[in-house]
């Protein structure tokens, strides 16, 4: 049965009131929020959007053939494993593809290099996503059917199953995939991925050990299936934390002889640059192989010879040959979407969708653009680590940002609504307080506490605590040092928006006599800053969506989370509300009864909003931009929900018509190792 229904809210859809008694009414209700949301999307079956199965015969890009043919290339049927993933033609928005042409990404960010396994990341804008394969996938949910909702989709694990209790978690490998130099990937590259990377404290993986369910651990059982065991019952949410960006395996084949438990000879630093962004091609699971990578101008990659998903009629995918990330600045992603000459943008820069929505409105644009909800949220991370100050004014500093009226000053100095004006005139932002960002499937407004503008009462809150301007500048002074409050607050500096909001915030506190420095950060940079916990304040995007992804980035759920929290060599003093939020994580994932999560994740966002956790800024909503010519991009894709919509459109599938293709720039190749 498929049933009709508008984005968001399907994880809450059919709870019942009962779950909320017990929660008081928060002070402050949120004000009414507008929704620009124009998405709507026939929700489908988990079975119906992709298997796992033998198909009778296979094709291949035409030029593919002829490698084949020259002997550079095994035939098809021997580079696909025994039961590749096959995409269903119902499912798709535009059907079955022909083979051919580029898609053209523009991304802002720079590689950092190739190594993901020890946390380097590529550029972001799903350069990253198309090189990389998990055991579970996220993305496409935001299509599956409320009730059909039981945790992730199977990827490169076929399936699992669970002991009674729920303590032992067994997963299975589709058979015979291989890396796309011909290595055939199985629990080699596991064991590497789990032993010498997640559970090795010299290596700063993506997957933060708390964030799996806390001191699970993995043991192999033959080539294709291995076996967790938690210390607590858990559940299919935990598996979340197998997709992107954590569940996904390098190529132990070459990785090995560069890390320091198989090499005496390497350290961990060279180990960390095994692959470095400038020596191409690497191998892959993903759909594209990147083989050549100009510094500040493109990385261009290949079609993986052995990828391992096909279509219904045998078609192995992806359909498009190559796939260009122009490496200019993310602005210029949407810029170029809209002029055409780019094929993909998350349109999530408010100060180009005036502009964008008009010239997207002519029939002959390009591309269109419809909002989904708002899941784009701002935030500014006060740095609450009390022993890892570096100076006394830094010590001082953190004692006053963790006193609970401080951070409630704060938020009340704010004028969110001027904020989101200085980002985009017109109805895009909506004030965020903090937790998840109200597109979240977890959101609930009655549960969000709301601290309205008001600076007399910021005023009197910052008095209370002592902080008052002794020497007549303007600025308060630190009760404990006498020195000015002044907050440097950090922020990419490639990041138009995040700057926009800093200026606003900057003025905001002025008036309540808090003086903000602004210090803007290359962005390629800015995640070992942010990691190592060596800054005073952040503004960002908070990307809080779920409660499992990427945890570490909002939640104390381990020690080295999070960064503006961390643990300091004498310890850490958890604020009195940190250990429940922490406990809430753990009761999320460890449930499958959706009234019971929600329950959860409603508590959660109570505490996180009435002890002011973060300040949150201003949500917007986004669109999703791909070129018109560009098919089976399906229009209800939502830009940010389980995953961002460059994992949730299912790149692999998307095709060009043979007479509206891009000429290639490497016709006829593929990555030679
Ligand atoms: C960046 C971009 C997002 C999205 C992600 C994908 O964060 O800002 O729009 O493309 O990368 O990882």
């Known amino acids: 049965m498929i049933s009709r229904k ?103 960010g720079r590689p950092e290099g190739f190594n993901w396994l020890a ?26 059917k409320a009730e059909e909702q039981t945790g992730p989709l199977p990827n490169l694990a076929r399936n699992w199953e669970w002991n009674d209790d729920k303590t032992e978690l067994t997963m299975h490998l589709v058979e015979g995939i291989k890396w796309s130099d011909g290595d055939p990937f199985d629990t080699e590259d596991i064991a590497f991925w789990w032993n010498d990377n997640v559970e090795n404290e010299n290596v700063t993986s993506r997957i933060q050990a708390g964030s799996f369910g806390g001191g699970a651990t993995m043991e192999v059982i033959d080539d294709y299936s291995f076996k967790f065991s938690f210390p607590a019952p858990q559940s299919n949410t935990v598996l979340e934390g197998l997709a992107y960006i954590q569940g996904c395996p390098g190529p132990s084949h070459v990785l090995k002889a560069k890390h320091p438990t198989y090499n005496p000879d390497a350290t961990y630093e060279d180990y960390l640059n095994a692959q470095p962004a400038d020596q191409l091609p690497i191998p892959v ?61 998350n349109m999530e820069n408010p100060g180009n969708y005036v502009e964008a929505l008009k ?26 680590a009390a022993n890892m100050g570096s100076s006394d004014y830094d010590k001082e500093l953190r004692r006053v940002f963790r006193e609970l009226d401080f951070r409630k000053a704060m938020s009340h100095a704010l004028d969110r609504d001027a904020i989101g004006q200085a980002l985009a005139r017109g109805p895009f932002a909506y004030p965020y307080m ?39 500048n303007g600025v ?113 994932s460890s449930t499958d009864d959706a009234g019971e999560q929600t329950a959860a994740a409603r508590q959660l966002q109570k505490l996180l909003t009435e002890n002011v956790y973060n300040v949150g800024l201003v949500q917007v909503p986004a669109a999703l931009l791909v070129n018109k010519r560009v098919k089976n ?31 290639e720039l490497l016709p006829g190749t593929v990555a030679e190792y």
């Not at 959007?49 to 049927?77: C, I, M, N, S, W």
């Not at 590529?122 to 993305?139: F, H, K, P, S, Y």
């Not at 409660?547 to 004498?570: K, M």
């Open 119 to 144: 946390g380097q990341h590529q550029g972001w804008g799903g350069i990253n996503m198309a090189i990389q394969e998990c055991l579970v996938r996220q993305g496409p949910r935001w299509q599956i």
């Open 285 to 345: 699971l993903g759909a594209w192989v990147p083989v050549k990578h100009k510094p500040d101008e493109i990385v261009i990659m290949r079609r993986n010879p052995y990828y391992w998903k096909v279509d219904e009629a045998g078609n192995q995918l992806p359909y498009i040959n190559e796939m260009h990330f122009k490496l200019t600045t993310w602005d210029d992603r949407t810029t170029q979407a809209v002029a055409g000459t780019g094929d993909f943008s």
């Open 476 to 588: 308060l002074n630190l009760p404990g040092t006498g020195e000015d409050l002044v907050i440097d607050i950090t922020f990419k500096a490639q990041r138009t928006d995040d700057r926009k909001q800093v200026e606003a915030v900057t003025s905001q506190l002025a008036e309540v006599g808090i003086r903000v420095l602004p210090k803007s950060v290359d962005e390629t940079s800015f995640d070992p800053m942010w990691k190592s916990g060596d800054f005073t304040a952040i503004l960002q995007r908070a990307n809080f969506i779920l409660p499992t992804r990427e945890t570490c980035n909002n939640l104390p759920v381990s020690e080295i989370c999070p960064y503006f929290h961390l643990t300091g060599a004498d310890g850490r003093q958890m604020l009195p509300f940190e250990g429940e939020v922490a406990d809430l994580v753990t009761r999320i």
């Open 633 to 663: 991009a399906h229009p209800g894709t939502p830009v940010f929900m389980y995953e961002w919509a460059e994992d949730a459109v299912i790149r692999e599938r998307f095709w060009v018509p043979a007479a509206d293709q891009i000429g």
């Open 359 to 384: 010239q997207s409105q002519d029939p002959n644009a390009p591309v269109t653009a419809k909002f989904g909800p708002r899941t784009l949220a701002w935030r500014i991370e006060l740095n609450l």
């Open 6 to 108: 508008p984005l968001g809210r399907s994880l809450l859809a059919g709870v019942c009131m009962a779950a909320l008694s017990g929660l008081a009414a928060s002070a402050d209700p949120m004000p009414e929020e507008r929704s620009l949301s124009g998405l709507e999307y026939d929700l489908i079956g988990r079975d119906d959007l992709y298997t796992y199965g033998r198909l009778d015969t296979y094709h291949q890009a035409p030029f593919l053939d002829d490698l084949v043919a020259a002997g550079k290339l095994p035939p098809v049927e021997e580079r696909l494993p025994e039961t590749p993933l096959i995409f269903k033609t119902a499912a798709m928005s535009d059907g079955i593809g022909e083979y051919g042409g580029v898609f053209r990404h523009v991304i802002g």
């Open 434 to 472: 903090g937790g998840f960002a109200s597109g979240s499937p977890y959101y609930d407004a009655a549960s969000t506490d709301f601290t309205p503008f008001d600076q007399d009462k910021a005023k009197a809150l910052l008095a209370g605590l002592g902080l008052k301007d002794t020497d007549g």
